[in-house]
């Protein structure tokens, strides 16, 4: 197998690209994978301040180097879950990380701001596992992000996530995650920051072969409260249809973004206020989080 | 496991009811279900000509059987692909079940109207072999029922072929085939009839049993062309989502119709043309049919 662009010895075959690449050239195809993103969906500005939330896996760590790298202004933010150990060592892969290049890394503690680490958290609401945990992620990403005067959050979801996400939707077809799934989410309320995942142009199998080329320690294990998640079972299935039909994944989710997203926004207009407790955006009184805190100060 | 309806010893589990029924009630429910069908999207009456496809096979046959006890006009129409022993056999059990019934049975042959039969025309074109055929017969469903004037025709396409299909589509985001994707098409020009398919609500399973518990003998073969067809791969992903989440394919298939398809029939609207070769119903100059015909001819 030859490198596409300069000929010498391939490391890495994509089959979907129909292409392969040596290290150097591959290392600079997930670069401008990244910057098209960007680019496309006007995620942000050199001059603008980026939180980008890192958990210590290859995803948000290889896109935190590759936007260290251009010059971009990042923070990272990590949010401990309180998941024993694997919690421990994806923190200390962060800040390995972070150190490293000189970096800025916030920490935010799921049980200072939910009351309880996930793994009670997990055991006090009847929501699946990934359920609340995701809703607590997303609630306080938003609001570090507040907090601290960034403008935008960026994300490590990568195509296969975002593959799976709106499988996941597609099955039920859940009208309002399907308006909301993007790569780039606007700021609908003074309140909400911009949500961008400047990684939804590369596999899985391409992050983890960029983080692996360019030396990044990361955490290798999954969540432990993630095995038998719906969420793995959707991926195991787009792997088998990207098996028999390499780009499987990739025409899934850029034609719903191209072809089918549309009509699903106009479906789906809701109205944002104030959450009465918290001040954070919600679409009823009180918001999501405040309730799950509210069940977890109960259970207690 | 008790008959949910009579307290009797259950034949059948419906997993994505939650119900189990003895030979009669489930034999009861199904007959419900084709009228739920036949009513909620009003097919036909009980005073129309209906024209039914029927392969042989145990969906159309079982189709068949419940609309000629429940009293509605049908006459069916047998497509003579010309695939081998496959055809004949298949041609014979719809033969047989006619003649049971004292049922009138049309049959057209693909070899006389396309020129060639099917396993020829697979090896002339450069479609997939199922889409050669697919077209076809749609084609030739279309014009014997013009010929002999139905207003409607019937398939025995039931929930896991609507699912399928419309899976495929989905990972393809093809808005005009999901815009057409629906249990009852209405007649949009002259000489196009309607479509429908009163078993929309019936998984293949159920119409397995129901074929069974009636004694009705039809071809257990599947089409040797059928082997390694995508649609097949798209049912043995939906089946696996079904054995993890009863109801699986019922809500994605349901789901779709209820809250996504009016999205794409919005986006999707065509300007429909008789073709200037046949008169039958074309988007273009020259219909798909006269095409493939043409080269089918062209390779004699």
Redesign the interface.
């Known amino acids: 197998m030859k490198c596409r662009k300069c000929g010498g010895a391939a490391v890495l075959e994509l089959r979907r690209h129909n292409v392969a690449f040596c290290a150097p050239d591959f290392l600079e195809f997930f670069r401008k994978q990244v910057s098209e993103a960007v680019r496309r969906h006007r995620m942000f500005t050199r001059d603008e301040a980026v939180l980008l939330a890192v958990s210590g896996g290859k995803d948000s760590l290889a896109l935190w180097d590759v936007l260290i790298e251009a010059g971009y202004k990042t923070t990272g933010l990590y949010l401990d879950l309180g998941i024993y150990d694997y919690s421990k060592e994806s923190h200390a892969k962060c800040e390995a990380f972070a150190a490293d290049r000189g970096a800025a890394l916030l920490t935010v503690s799921v049980e200072q701001e939910v009351g309880a680490p996930i793994p009670e958290v997990r055991a006090v609401t009847r929501r699946p596992t990934c359920s609340a945990c995701g809703l607590s992620k997303r609630y306080l990403m938003n609001k570090a992000a507040l907090d601290h005067g960034f403008p935008v959050v960026a994300t490590g979801h990568n195509l296969d996530d975002e593959a799976a996400t709106l499988f996941g939707s597609?099955?039920?077809?859940q009208?309002e995650p399907l308006a909301r799934q993007s790569p780039a989410l606007p700021s609908t309320h003074p309140k909400l920051v911009r949500r961008v995942k400047p990684l939804y142009r590369l596999s899985e199998l391409e992050t983890a072969a960029y983080a692996f080329l360019r030396g990044i320690d990361y955490i290798v294990e999954e969540c432990p409260f993630a095995r038998g998640a719906?969420s793995l079972?959707h991926k195991e299935?787009l792997n088998?249809?990207e098996e028999?039909?390499p780009g499987?994944k990739h025409?899934?989710l850029y034609?719903?973004l191209?072809?089918?997203r549309p009509?699903?926004e106009?479906?789906a207009e809701v109205e944002l206020h104030e959450c009465a407790r918290c001040g954070q955006v919600t679409t009823g009184t009180v918001c999501a989080f405040c309730k799950l805190a509210d069940q977890v100060k109960r259970a207690r």
């Open positions: 597609v099955l039920h077809w009208t719906t079972m299935i088998r249809l028999a039909s499987a025409n899934f034609g719903f191209e072809k089918a009509a699903f106009r479906v």
